[in-house]
């Protein structure tokens, strides 16, 4: 398995931005997908973004276009750039490693999580 530790989250105000971490050891990187999800309490944890072993990116219908997720193979690092965030994205963000892309049963390794906070 991969372990991963995500940082980067934090309280922030509507509008702003926010650039999540994901860093990588053990198994190798860059043939897995690195997936996004989050989860608010009460509520299941949902998928965020994807992004493949060669760079393809998949992101869920309420993030498209103002979330941006990236990788560094050469780093064993992933990314999540969040722009124009909105109290409704406030929940805890977790990296996954696996086989991808959308459900989290595709995903064998997690982090931790990050706590995003949005405020209005």
């Known amino acids: 398995q991969v372990q991963l530790v995500e940082s980067g989250g934090g309280l922030v105000q509507a509008g702003d931005s926010l650039t999540l971490s994901c860093a990588a050891s053990g198994r190798t990187f860059s043939n897995l997908y690195i997936g996004w999800f989050r989860q608010t309490p009460g509520k299941e944890r949902e998928f965020v973004a994807a992004?493949?072993?060669?760079?393809?990116?998949f992101y869920s219908n309420s993030v498209k276009g103002r979330f941006t997720a990236s990788r560094d193979n050469s780093k064993n690092m992933a990314y999540l750039q969040m722009t124009s965030l909105k109290p409704e994205d406030t929940a805890v963000y977790y990296c996954a490693a696996g086989d991808g892309i959308y459900f989290e049963e595709m995903y064998d390794s997690w982090g931790q999580g990050t706590q995003v906070t949005v405020s209005s």
């Open positions: 992004v493949g072993p060669n760079g393809g990116v």
